[in-house]
């Protein structure tokens, strides 16, 4: 087997030779990744089952629908994204011509999480791929059957001279940072992302990191909250909350929080098949554990759910109710399936709650009032939000996924993809004549006067 280096060396000798920039390699790339997720599906479905305890259809609906949106827009759009764009010249620089050329970055790196191992791979596969890169995609080792799939397919149906998928665990990421890669995208936790930009820092590889945080969701008086909740449940519950944009905990105005419980209790059995949301399946035994500790001293009072199984890999659907602000259940990114709920006496307490705290990846707000929810866009800062619903966001190509802050740096899908993985160069060009002198030196006080004038 060729080692990091070899293969990192080949990818870079495809780029070197321009293949990767014309745009019939690259759709005919984004049309053999379609491809695949089509004709693989049940294969993809299988191993998603295997590493995550998905059904068929959930697999389908969060990890294959999503990634050929992407793809799908990325086909219709990628003509008008590699045109040039004209940009403004100065009065004082003409006659002259300025406008924008969009190039690929070279050889790239995408980091992929285990709790969407497909989605959150291909993903940015696409824009990178659209962008003209050569790419190597490392899957997260903790979605092992995922991961081997994509190693075995990937090749089959992609440029193998162009795309690799490279296995392994944290030396491996190590190893691949070491190449000095053209751009890193990552998609993970803040402590491992740490890691990510220490390892590219060393030869000043730019980095794109989606993380996540405690994402709020803050419920007014005004709203159906019927509707709220069940939309909350519904955002929550998908792949067992093990989802970076899942709503964390519910800031709940005060007159309506014991109905709303009532609410998402009702929404958890509805939705659950009839079991309650027991034994929700969890990727692996470590973050069954870590869940099962969140669930201890929080301080609150559990209404639903609270059982854990961690040698089983499960945990309830919980929700508990007004836990200590101050517990691990409300300081941690919960990312399992537990929803905190806290009274608040009114948005503008729930909006100070947030903003005391570090920047979410996402931010919900559910009201009929304009004036809360210009409130909230203009006070709450996060990666996305959403009003009225959760989620939606990062479903949109034409919105930028990122987050801000601890909740990460950078964006793409859609053409924001497109132009994560490009370099926007810069170009001008100026006619042979006219050349007046004046503009040279030495200069007269005369022609200091008007070059200060014009410049």
Same mark, same amino acid.
């Given at each position: 087997?060729?080692?990091?280096?070899?293969?990192?060396?080949?990818?870079?000798?495809?780029?070197?030779?321009?293949?990767?920039?014309?745009?019939?390699?690259?759709?005919?790339?984004?049309?053999? &990744? $379609?491809?695949?997720?089509?004709?693989?599906?049940?294969?993809?479905?299988?191993?998603?089952?295997?590493?995550?305890?998905?059904?068929?259809?959930?697999?389908?609906?969060?990890?294959?629908?999503?990634?050929?949106? =992407?793809?799908?827009?990325?086909?219709?759009?990628?003509?008008?994204?590699?045109?040039?764009?004209?940009?403004?010249?100065?009065?004082?620089?003409?006659? /002259?011509?300025?406008?924008?050329?969009?190039?690929?970055?070279?050889?790239?790196?995408?980091? *992929?999480?285990?709790?969407?191992?497909?989605?959150?791979?291909?993903?940015?596969?696409?824009?990178?791929?659209?962008? +003209?890169?050569?790419?190597?995609?490392?899957?997260?080792? $903790?979605?092992?059957?995922?991961? /081997?799939?994509?190693?075995?397919?990937?090749?089959?149906?992609?440029?193998?001279?162009?795309?690799?998928?490279? =296995?392994?665990?944290?030396?491996?990421?190590?190893?691949?940072?070491?190449?000095?890669?053209?751009?890193?995208?990552?998609?993970?936790?803040?402590?491992?992302?740490?890691?990510?930009?220490? *390892?590219?820092?060393? @030869?000043?590889?730019?980095v794109t990191l989606e993380l996540g945080g405690k994402s709020p969701v803050i419920v007014a008086a005004d709203t159906d909250v019927a509707t709220a909740a069940r939309r909350i449940v519904? +955002?929550?519950?998908?792949?067992?909350?093990?989802?970076?944009?899942?709503?964390?905990?519910?800031?709940?105005? !005060?007159?309506?929080?014991?109905?709303?419980?009532?609410?998402?209790?009702?929404?958890?059995?509805?939705?659950?098949?009839?079991?309650?949301?027991?034994?929700?399946?969890?990727?692996? =035994?470590? $973050?069954?554990?870590?869940?099962?500790?969140l669930l201890d001293g929080h301080g609150g009072k559990v209404v639903h759910g609270g059982d854990s199984d961690p040698d089983a890999r499960t945990v309830d659907f919980t929700v508990v109710?007004?836990?200590?602000?101050?517990?691990?259940?409300?300081?941690?990114?919960?990312?399992?399936?537990?929803?905190?709920?806290?009274?608040?006496?009114?948005?503008?307490?729930?909006?100070?709650?947030?903003?005391?705290?570090?920047?979410?990846? !996402?931010?919900? &707000?559910?009201?009929?009032?304009?004036?809360?929810?210009?409130?909230?866009?203009?006070?709450?800062?996060?990666? *996305?939000?959403?009003?009225? $619903?959760?989620?939606?966001? /990062?479903?949109?190509?034409?919105?930028?996924?990122?987050?801000?802050?601890?909740?990460?740096?950078?964006?793409? @899908?859609?053409?924001?993809?497109?132009?994560?993985?490009? @370099?926007?160069?810069?170009?001008?060009?100026? *006619?042979?004549?006219?050349?007046?002198?004046?503009?040279?030196?030495?200069?007269?006080?005369?022609?200091?006067?008007?070059?200060?004038?014009? &410049?």
């Amino acid at each position: 087997m060729s080692t990091i280096a070899e293969n990192v060396e080949r990818l870079r000798k495809t780029f070197a030779s321009g293949k990767t920039k014309s745009l019939s390699w690259r759709r005919s790339q984004l049309e053999a &990744l $379609h491809l695949l997720i089509t004709e693989r599906e049940s294969e993809i479905v299988e191993a998603l089952g295997e590493d995550l305890g998905r059904e068929a259809f959930d697999s389908w609906f969060a990890d294959l629908s999503s990634t050929k949106t =992407e793809l799908v827009d990325a086909r219709k759009n990628l003509a008008k994204w590699v045109r040039p764009r004209k940009a403004g010249t100065p009065l004082a620089m003409l006659p /002259a011509r300025s406008w924008v050329q969009y190039e690929p970055l070279g050889t790239v790196l995408i980091i *992929g999480p285990w709790n969407y191992p497909v989605y959150l791979t291909l993903s940015p596969a696409v824009a990178a791929i659209a962008a +003209g890169n050569c790419v190597i995609i490392k899957p997260s080792e $903790h979605a092992p059957a995922t991961s /081997a799939l994509l190693a075995r397919l990937v090749p089959q149906y992609l440029d193998q001279d162009a795309v690799q998928v490279v =296995e392994g665990a944290a030396d491996v990421t190590q190893e691949l940072l070491d190449q000095g890669l053209d751009h890193v995208l990552f998609t993970g936790g803040p402590q491992i992302a740490k890691a990510i930009m220490a *390892g590219a820092a060393r @030869h000043l590889t730019p980095v794109t990191l989606e993380l996540g945080g405690k994402s709020p969701v803050i419920v007014a008086a005004d709203t159906d909250v019927a509707t709220a909740a069940r939309r909350i449940v519904f +955002g929550k519950q998908l792949n067992s909350g093990q989802t970076c944009i899942a709503p964390d905990y519910a800031l709940v105005d !005060a007159k309506v929080a014991d109905r709303f419980t009532e609410e998402v209790v009702k929404a958890v059995e509805e939705m659950s098949g009839g079991d309650g949301g027991r034994a929700r399946r969890i990727v692996n =035994e470590r $973050h069954a554990r870590r869940l099962a500790g969140l669930l201890d001293g929080h301080g609150g009072k559990v209404v639903h759910g609270g059982d854990s199984d961690p040698d089983a890999r499960t945990v309830d659907f919980t929700v508990v109710v007004d836990p200590d602000p101050d517990s691990p259940l409300m300081t941690e990114e919960i990312f399992g399936p537990i929803l905190p709920i806290l009274q608040v006496s009114s948005v503008a307490e729930a909006v100070e709650f947030v903003r005391a705290r570090p920047k979410p990846l !996402a931010a919900y &707000l559910f009201t009929g009032s304009k004036g809360d929810e210009r409130r909230f866009l203009a006070d709450v800062s996060a990666g *996305g939000v959403v009003i009225n $619903h959760v989620g939606y966001h /990062a479903l949109n190509p034409n919105l930028p996924f990122g987050g801000v802050g601890n909740s990460g740096m950078g964006a793409y @899908h859609g053409e924001y993809g497109f132009k994560t993985f490009s @370099h926007a160069k810069a170009c001008l060009r100026k *006619g042979i004549s006219p050349d007046p002198g004046f503009v040279y030196p030495p200069y007269t006080e005369s022609t200091k006067k008007l070059l200060r004038r014009l &410049l």
